[in-house]
């Protein structure tokens, strides 16, 4: 029995086929019905053979594609451990550049390691929650300004159902902003008042930032700045890495929300939206990259196993809560005088 044939036997077996389509670049289904059970039970007899099927609403019936299971090799736990340990020293360093105190080069890397580790290893535990493969955090370091390129979690198996989806793009954002709270109001509380300097950069602080600045931050008259700590730089940072991943965009956190609510199609009008919003802000390199993503290396979020399951409630109400997260951490590029 060819693969396809033995691929439809096993459809057959819980659903009503309307119709079958073989196409070069796609293999789907047309089935009359949805049963949430059934479907799971599907899921795992194609997962033995090496296949996945995804289900979409499609037109008055629902449509099951079939997709190639991705192999997965062992995590190295040795990698992760070591590009930490890396990190750390280039975001010392980086810290150090900042200020030329190797005291604050430290905090600055406590700091800007808290909220990034924080934000994945929030996606971590979302994945373990639902059953989801996934790596511990990977640290990126680099040559940059903050030292590192933030750091990344590597899924390794499919996420089940749009709850699942959800779960996995939020949780980053939302225990990232947690985390940027404390470090934002330590770090303006160690910040000093000092003359305005020629050549400088100026960082608009967005809405979170004003209010704690307002609450806590000293007297500034004119012909001054608010001259920011190393803690209170990466506490700005911990905002724009939450704006950024935010961003409504192909398979970023928030692409991951936005494809958790709307069906594919209104997700890549909403993915080119992001993109609009993030040329305006003026982040330009951000920008392209996430265009390039989705033209040549993601055209389409995939979504979950199961499309047509509903987002529950509770998590309704989360997603308005996100909204205003990052309504909080919009925020321009910086501009250098």
């Keep these: ?11 057959s077996n819980y659903f009503t086929i309307k119709s079958v389509y073989r196409e070069p670049k796609s293999f789907y289904f047309v089935v009359y019905e949805y049963n949430r059970e059934k479907f799971l039970q599907l899921v795992g007899d194609l997962d033995k053979i090496g296949y996945l099927p995804f289900i979409d609403e499609f037109e008055d019936n629902y449509k099951i594609s079939i997709a190639n299971k991705p192999e997965s090799g062992e995590s190295k736990v040795h990698l992760n451990i070591f590009l930490f340990l890396v990190t750390i020293v280039t975001t010392i360093s980086a810290g150090y ?9 430290i905090a600055f890397s406590i700091a800007i390691i808290a909220i990034v580790g924080a934000h994945e290893t929030a996606h971590f535990f979302a994945a373990k929650k639902h059953h989801v493969k996934a790596t511990l955090p990977y640290f990126v370091p ?40 404390p470090v934002l109001i330590i770090g303006i509380f160690l910040s000093t008042v000092a003359p305005l300097q020629p ?21 500034i008259p004119p012909g001054y700045e608010l001259f920011v ?15 950024l991943n935010l961003m409504p965009v192909a398979v970023l956190d928030g692409g991951h929300i936005s494809r958790s609510i709307f069906n594919m199609k209104i997700h890549q009008y909403v993915s080119i939206i992001g993109i609009i919003v993030t040329v305006l802000l003026g982040w ?7 265009a390039v993503f989705i033209l040549f290396m993601a055209k389409t979020h995939p979504g979950a196993l199961d499309n047509v399951s509903k987002l529950s409630r509770n998590r309704k109400i989360i997603a308005i809560l996100t909204l205003a997260i990052f309504i909080l951490c919009l925020t321009p590029a910086p501009l250098a005088f």
């Design 97 to 105: 550049l900042f200020r030329g105190s190797i005291i604050e080069g």
């Design 199 to 219: 050549n400088t950069m100026t960082f608009y602080p967005p809405l979170l930032m004003q209010i704690i600045m307002y609450f806590i931050s000293p007297q």
């Design 142 to 181: 680099a040559p940059t300004l903050i030292g590192t390129f933030g750091a990344v979690i590597n899924v390794k198996s499919a996420i089940p159902d749009k709850n699942a989806l959800f779960d996995l793009g939020v949780s980053g954002p939302i225990v990232g902003f947690i985390v940027t709270i």
């Design 284 to 290: 330009y390199a951000m920008a392209i990259l996430m």
């Design 1 to 11: 029995m060819e693969t396809t044939d033995l691929i439809e036997n096993y459809v």
């Design 229 to 243: 700590h190393p803690v209170a730089f990466a506490g700005w940072v911990g905002i724009i890495i939450t704006m």
